[in-house]
């Protein structure tokens, strides 16, 4: 995403965010709110091992299901969320300094989300395509909105390329859609293309496995960057 999000936004958030308290158990098959414990699973991860989501407690954990598929490819979005969380971490130290682990859930088997590892550097090149078009001046209208919106959801440059993709966050290959249906993110049809996807969110969970947030995108484009995570893990996870 990485459209600066402004503190108004973020106070929205978390006003939201405190509407929606919902304490007590969680139903089978039901999404999951605000002040509800997540559910515990395990999943592969394509970096190798099994994840288990309670083996984290005690650690603010960011859990991001990406759209994944989009129409006939993959979302632009998603690799460009991971790059720029990836970035963020390696210089300002988000799991470091904030007790942080993020997880990424993609609802496909093993080969489909390696292929979605091996885009990386033609998905980001296309961004920087979609940013610098030849011959700018004589782009037509629609040809110049594209631009001019490629460079404000997509300021930052990341230089990837086949066989050097970084990959710091576990990558889970959720491939019968049990953790992405169980919370009711899996669809078919979303933001205007066919395809099997997950509806992008992002859960927030404090060292019990308690939401404190939830980011349940509108459309592909409305996903807040690491800076605007942050700022909720500050205000909204309690720390000793």
């Known amino acids: 995403m990485g459209a600066k999000h402004t503190v108004s936004m973020l106070t929205l958030g978390l006003i939201a965010g405190s509407l929606l308290l919902r304490p007590g158990p969680v139903a089978a098959q039901q999404p999951v709110s605000v002040g509800q414990p997540m559910p515990d699973f395990t999943l592969p991860a394509l970096q190798g091992g099994d994840v288990t989501l309670s083996d984290l407690r005690g650690k603010t954990v960011l859990l991001i299901f990406p759209r994944g598929k989009s129409g006939g490819g993959w979302c632009h979005v998603c690799h460009y969320q991971y790059a720029e969380l990836a970035a963020f971490d390696q210089q300002e130290g988000l799991r470091a300094n904030h007790n942080v682990e993020a997880l990424f859930v993609?609802?496909?088997?093993?080969?489909?989300?390696k292929?979605?590892?091996?885009?990386?550097?033609?998905?980001?090149?296309?961004?920087?395509d979609w940013k610098n078009p030849p011959d700018q001046a004589n782009l037509d209208e629609r040809q110049r909105a594209r631009m001019e919106t490629a460079k404000q959801y997509y300021p930052k440059q990341f230089n990837y390329t086949a066989g050097n993709v970084p990959v710091p966050f576990p990558i889970l290959i959720d491939a019968d859609r049990a953790v992405s249906?169980?919370?009711?993110?899996?669809?078919t049809n979303w933001s205007g293309a066919e395809a099997e996807q997950n509806v992008p969110t992002i859960f927030v969970m404090d060292g019990n496995g308690v939401v404190q947030f939830k980011y349940h995108s509108q459309n592909t484009l409305d996903r807040p960057g690491p800076d605007y995570l942050v700022r909720v893990i500050e205000q909204l996870v309690p720390h000793d």
Do not use: H
């Not at 993609?106 to 989300?113: A, C, N």
């Open 115 to 128: 292929e979605w590892v091996d885009k990386f550097p033609a998905q980001l090149q296309d961004i920087e």
């Open 181 to 187: 249906e169980r919370l009711r993110l899996f669809t």
């Open 106 to 113: 993609l609802p496909y088997g093993r080969e489909l989300v």
